[in-house]
């Protein structure tokens, strides 16, 4: 197949490229590198800011649009696939449709859809917006960030996304269920990839009286929304309480490669708060033997239909929940070494590239033209 990604959220689509080439597919990728974290692509679509930026983004687009021509497949990482107002994304789509064979969705972040499951069909207990109903840190210190989502364009832009694509793949059980009734049977579940091949495993190992080293990842422009800030708050109390078992670490604002060596020194690696679903981040934390703390609620492992291994830590968003958790975890220290290697497990069965390339590559197969 010729097959074409266009943009990236934190390698998602460059790991199924990479798998897909192994599989001798012709394979092209177009990303801004998920910006700070500069993940690989064939071809770079970053925006800078301003005027200037934004009127040298829009002649890139134009110049290289005519060319984006006889895929067999089409794949977006997100209704806003580009950096522009969905107006302007519109035609760009359509353009998309003309010129190839199917054009696929990956739903591997917000939109309009997701939002609203979030905050006004109340599918979940917590969210990056509402915990129980009151409105989080990241909202309340976003003016307006739910009407945007919801209101106007957004909505509207977002549907026809919905209604045009020709499948639609889910990287997290949360998307999965609010995308679901707009979906139907275009929807299919893909999960997050980890090429294991580049994340080798590294044996756990913990002397006898050597401090647990927790590190918490941090993007400065998603801390109120991944709750990063609330995690490393948690773990600095744990580290007060217990400064012989304990130390935390920060990463932030790391480019991959380089938060990929800072993980190699960790043992307990902080993801995020608000999700259901560990993502890339705790997948990664996993496949290389540490211990991710994040979201794994028992809905996301029924899912699955995962029955016996739970390797990841499972928080929600309560600050002395959290500190029971992880105060927890550092004074059993038996226990790490088994969840280390259950998460490698885990990864394996559910997320290795070649398993969830397998599954974009069916829903592919039935609506390739």
Known sequence: MKILFVGDYSGFHATLAAELRRGGHDVTVISDGSRCMDTVRDID??????????????????????????????QLINPNFLHLRPGKIRYFFRELKRNNGAVCLSLAGSDPVIVKGCVEDDLFRYSEFRVGGAKTEYVRKTPGIEYRWLNGGMGDYCRFIYENVDAAVSALYEYHVAARPYLGGKLCYGGIPVDLSAVPEIPFALEEKEKINMLVGIKSEMELFKGTGRMLEAAREVERRHPDL?????????????????LRGTHVVLDQLYSYTPATNALQTMAMGKVAVSGAEPEYYDFIEERELHPVVNVVPDDAEMVRVLENLVTDRVSLADRAACGRQFVEKHNSAPVVTGRFMRVWEQVAR
């Open 246 to 262: 304990c130390r935390v670490s920060v990463a932030r604002d790391l480019p991959f490669s380089e938060y990929m060596d800072a």
């Open 45 to 74: 679509l970053r925006r800078t800011p301003g005027l200037l930026g934004g009127v040298a983004y829009m002649r890139r687009l134009f110049k290289l649009w005519p060319g984006l021509k006889g895929y067999d497949i089409v």
